[in-house]
């Protein structure tokens, strides 16, 4: 497993080696040991598969206070472009984002601490997503981010994006509460 740092110091593309050979190819895409060497020293409890089509805008997604997630993210089958923003409030990368494309070609993941509100866009006909948590989903801690925010400027890659008509009524960025401070 090789870790790429990204531009915000805390996301995390983690690159896994691949063996591959007449009859397919093997990989770890979780070792332990290896994220905590890295600070990624978290409990995964949960994890969640999504299916979606071509176009598909699911985020920017996050949850506060007790369970607020991390996130670890992955493509099972086809391609996303993901993205991580930082809503920490004093954090020197505060509303700056992170993305990259996860795709089952790269087998990449991304790794999306705490304080990070979260989405992706499905760029191939199809797309499965894995991601692993490290706290319970809970609805009333639930928060969602605007995917089209001015202020974000987030290029999702989509012509015409398909949006739940719950993310069509996330908050904007500038109004979201202060449920980070940094560090």
Known sequence: MTIVETSIREV?????????DDRGYFFESFRK????????????VQDNISKSKMGTIRGLHYQAGDFKQG???QVIYGSVLDAAVDIRFGS???SKYVSTILSEENHSLIWIPPGFA?????????????????EYYDKESERAILYNDPDLNIDWKVKSPIVSPKDL???????IAKDFIYP
């Not at 995390?12 to 591959?20: M, Y």
């Not at 979260?118 to 490290?134: M, P, Q, R, W």
């Open 12 to 20: 995390l593309i983690i690159k896994p080696d691949i063996f591959s």
């Open 33 to 44: 040991k290896v994220l905590d060497e890295y600070g990624i020293k978290f409990d995964f």
């Open 71 to 73: 996130k670890l993210c």
């Open 92 to 94: 020197p990368t505060f």
């Open 118 to 134: 979260h989405g992706f866009s499905v760029l191939s006909d199809e797309a499965i997503f894995h991601y692993k948590c490290t």
């Open 169 to 175: 009524k996330a908050a904007r960025f500038k109004d």
